[in-house]
């Protein structure tokens, strides 16, 4: 399970509008994306199968 929680008020640990983001964070967003596309054309492909009248 992934929680993310928002500071209501940034600081001085709070990332600017300037600075790059961390990498690590960049590619953990990238996998979670693919995956979740990965899933997403799974279940609409076993949708479609079951969807289909048999022969």
Known sequence: ??????????????????SKPD???VNLVRLLARHAARDFIQAEKDNRQRE???E
Not at 1 to 18: F, H, I, N, Q
């Open 1 to 18: 399970m992934l929680r993310v929680v928002a500071d209501a008020e940034p600081g001085p640990s709070a990332a600017t509008a300037g």
């Open 52 to 54: 289909r009248l048999p």
């Open 23 to 25: 990498p690590r964070i």
